[in-house]
């Protein structure tokens, strides 16, 4: 009996740590992420919307996504165009839908805007449609980033 109870109390930390909560493993799209092309089609035209002078990140977690785009060599900072926004995301198979809950221009708040994505490597792209009517706003747009590896 004795050595039962032995038995007992050294299978029991074996249990309670056979017995772990498994863990979400996160999207493939979580990470942070920089802008190297972008390019918007309207109708019949394609032109690039990609601009050298500005840098612009995005950032993704489990469930929420946010940008930051600045000049990179403004003298003045006060005076620096800045644009950001964020908000929520889903991901389902390579569809990729945000939902843009802050924006800088309010107008493009509480809207919905569906993409394709597809990461290769380091290398993720993001097409779909932007459309506002209210904005007059009807495009596709597509986006290439580069992820950003933090620093050891």
């Not at 390019?39 to 930051?68: P, Q, V």
């Amino acid at each position: 009996m004795k050595r039962t109870i032995t038995y007992l109390f050294l299978l029991i930390p074996f249990l309670f740590l056979s017995c772990k909560s498994e863990q979400s493993k996160p999207l493939p799209i979580e990470g942070t992420w920089e802008l190297i092309s972008a390019t918007t089609i309207e109708g019949d035209t394609t032109f690039s919307t990609f601009d050298s002078t500005r840098n612009m990140i995005k950032i993704l977690n489990g469930t929420h996504f946010a940008f930051l785009n600045h000049a990179l060599n403004a003298k003045d900072s006060t005076a620096a165009p800045f644009s950001a926004g964020g908000g929520t995301f889903t991901l389902v198979d390579s569809t990729y839908t945000e939902h843009l809950d802050y924006f800088v221009d309010p107008a493009w708040e509480n809207h919905t805007f569906e993409f394709v994505v597809k990461i290769e490597n380091d290398t993720l792209v993001q097409k779909g449609i932007e459309k506002l009517e209210e904005l007059g706003i009807d495009r596709v747009i597509v986006e290439k980033y580069r992820r950003i590896k933090a620093n050891p």
